[in-house]
């Protein structure tokens, strides 16, 4: 079965950068897209940027473009989110999801990992 492990998080302040890391596995992964989303506290799960893990082409919300990047590593099986010049509203649990499919829904997810930026 596929299992998502997320790792990484933790307490920076505004202007900082973090490096979140989703293991992979249970599955091998090459045709799959594989997610990044966000949940603040009493605000809704959004979607913050995904791979397709075969061709490597990323797309990113507008809240984190220019300022996130989405990474896979074909041989560690890891999916990597580098978050620079972070802002306090950037602070939320962070999950890796992944789905078999281009479009659609996200059918796996990991546990989380808690960022939090300070002002």
């Known amino acids: 079965q596929v299992q998502l492990v997320e790792s990484g998080g933790g307490l920076v302040q505004a202007g900082g950068s973090l490096r979140l890391s989703c293991a992979a596995s249970?599955?091998?992964?090459?045709?799959?897209?594989m997610g990044w989303f966000r949940q603040a506290p009493g605000k809704e799960r959004q979607f913050v940027a995904r791979i397709i893990w075969s061709s490597g082409s990323t797309a990113y919300a507008d809240s984190v473009k220019g300022r996130f990047t989405i990474s896979r590593d074909n041989a560690k099986n890891t999916v990597d989110l580098q978050m620079n010049s972070l802002k306090p509203e950037d602070t939320a649990v962070y999950y890796c999801a992944a789905r078999p499919t281009l479009v659609g829904t996200y059918n796996y997810w990991g546990q989380g990992t808690q960022v939090t930026v300070s002002s």
């Open positions: 249970g599955r091998t992964f090459s045709t799959y897209t």
